[in-house]
């Protein structure tokens, strides 16, 4: 399907005066669930692998190594400033096989739908998600859609699972982290946590803080192309940056020493958790990770991303020190502290 | 992990006096996240794939075509005779994959859990797909965890995509059906959808009906090595044999005619379908499906899938003959019928 097939789909291909909101027939098996399927999904997320309609897809793999991830997507509410529900789908399971060095290319997508959520939204993450699956260079090939009675459910929950290539001989991983290697983070953090914050309290902000939301294939891929001997990445989701900080320091065995000040945080967002008293830290990103690579490898690793970044700046914001297995922070006063993992929740269901 | 750890670990390794129900906290990224995945998951599932911990899993693809499948599954009750969600989601994508003629390899699993859920029967639960994965010979790669509040889930619903080696070169698919093609049905029908019927209603029948539930690579694999032509592959899942069989004439653009003494129907399941109005045709199964192949490998088709089926026979219950696309049955009485998509939800949430 070409973009001005798409275009021309404007209004929902369900007929929503009969069907305005999704049955527990929609999920059937029957002649509702294939109509669903055959005028809206198929459709919307048209290409080669999709259109033979099969209990799998078949796919072309050019390497003989693929990175696989799956993540389930419950986020509330599903459209936020910056992103919706299809768009963390997406993102998301791009991100993670970027985080492994490995070039996205297929993805898989289960709804969960719950018994009378607006047909007209479902349309609209559909849409969403086929637009987000374009601009990150992947294919939607396979998929399922389920519906639970109303009250077993929360709208709409959407699991993607992707498949990457893996195109360099890099072991990108947290054991390969090396004492000297340098940290650098790819912009600034908490934007997602506070976005659905403020969408799901109604909090009226000076400044809209909008989710950073992105697929990160594109920048990670250009690192290696450049030669960036890359040893570890990770995106910044649930637990944000200092969740990721200790499990690679964990599971690296490494001493990882960071510095409060390099890290940057929008105003609006420091604004919100003075006020609500969360740390940045620990709020989730979407669009944000961290980067290990050799200190003379650091200064071009961050040009490079931010040639590929949405308008935020990276930052070398610490190193690899000897030591046991630890995550310090040096604050602004030049006091040094131990970063501990969260304990609990701090935003339930940001993604 | 061995199978003599596996059996060490029957107590649940998360402390429930403690933690006796999944808490928000349990999917929010920080400690206790952790200590489920850590504890509980990781080990269940242990194999070289899952050791690294990473967003997504590196895998050997020996062959440059893969099948790539998902489903999710959201079936009430989570436990009934014959299986549960843990073999649903473990054996229906793993069947997905062989109704390609892959070999299943590779599963990701992801959890949406809902706030409350008892930690027991998520453990229960995970033992179940580590058995009913060691079953079906593949692994458990990768995954997700995610806790909806009370009131927004149902306990457990399990998504589960796969990764399947195409080793042949046949294209299986309805386009690749051809007239004269006998339609072979693996085994009697019916059993999942009565199975968890009984088991949602409290139905006491005369004798139990299990589901059908059951890995069919292994068959299929089989059908394959012995030289069988295999045109088209369906399990009949969601929508049962009836459903099946107008997808397959509809996308092949054949024409069916299947005869109804030739369905095998089991007793009790029969007796079921006549009190309550049910047609065993569109009952969903587990473990059964079509297979069109050449009507000169019929025979030796038949005896392949016996000798791997389990105790039930299958049968040629059909053939495919020139005409428009179209389903017609022949009755016991010799009256002929064309076989309709049924239309709504015959039984909700049945996988």
Chains 1, 2 share one sequence.
């Not at 400033?81 to 299809?86: L, Q």
């Not at 985080?99 to 959520?117: D, K, N, Q, T, W």
């Not at 639970?148 to 054991?175: K, M, Q, Y």
């Not at 609500?276 to 003379?296: H, K, M, Q, S, T």
Request: aromatic content about 4%; charged content about 20%.
């Amino acid at each position: 399907m070409s973009a001005v097939d798409v275009a021309s789909m404007l209004s929902c291909p369900v007929p929503i005066e009969q069907y305005p909101t999704v049955l527990l027939a929609h999920g059937g098996g029957g002649r509702l669930m294939h109509q669903l399927i055959e005028r809206m999904i198929v459709p919307a997320f048209a290409n080669p692998a999709l259109a033979v309609r099969h209990d799998a897809a078949l796919l072309p793999v050019p390497t003989s190594h693929v990175a696989f991830t799956t993540d389930s997507y419950v986020v509330r509410p599903i459209e936020f400033p910056g992103g919706d529900i299809a768009s963390l789908a997406v993102f998301g399971t791009v991100n993670d096989l970027a985080m492994c060095g490995a070039r996205p290319l297929y993805l898989s997508v289960g709804f969960i739908l719950e018994e009378g959520l607006p047909m007209e939204t479902l349309w609209r993450i559909v849409q969403s998600m086929r637009r987000c699956a374009d601009e990150a260079g992947v294919w939607l090939v396979t998929g399922d859609t389920k519906v639970v009675d109303h009250g077993s459910g929360d709208g709409i929950f959407i699991n993607t699972a992707g498949i990457g290539l893996i195109e360099h001989d890099l072991t990108i991983e947290p054991r390969s982290v090396r004492v000297g290697d340098a940290v650098i983070l790819s912009g600034d953090i908490g934007r997602h946590g506070v976005a659905i914050l403020a969408a799901r309290e109604g909090l009226e902000l000076e400044t809209a803080v909008e989710s950073d939301c992105a697929p990160l294939a594109t920048t990670v891929l250009a690192l290696l192309d450049a030669g960036i001997e890359v040893h570890c990445l990770r995106d910044l989701t649930r637990g944000g940056l200092g969740s990721a900080l200790i499990e690679i320091s964990e599971a690296g065995g490494v001493r990882i020493a960071v510095d409060d000040v390099a890290i940057a945080v929008n105003e609006s967002v420091q604004g919100v958790c003075e006020i609500l008293g969360f740390d940045p830290l620990y709020l989730a990103n979407e669009g944000r990770f961290v980067a290990f690579v050799p200190a003379e490898q650091a200064e071009l690793a961050c040009a490079i991303i931010d040639a590929h970044g949405a308008g935020t700046r990276s930052a070398i914001i610490g190193r690899v020190d000897r030591g046991e297995p630890l995550v310090t922070m040096l604050s602004s006063i030049g006091a040094t502290r131990i970063v501990e993992m969260m304990s609990g929740e701090q935003l339930p269901r940001i993604c």
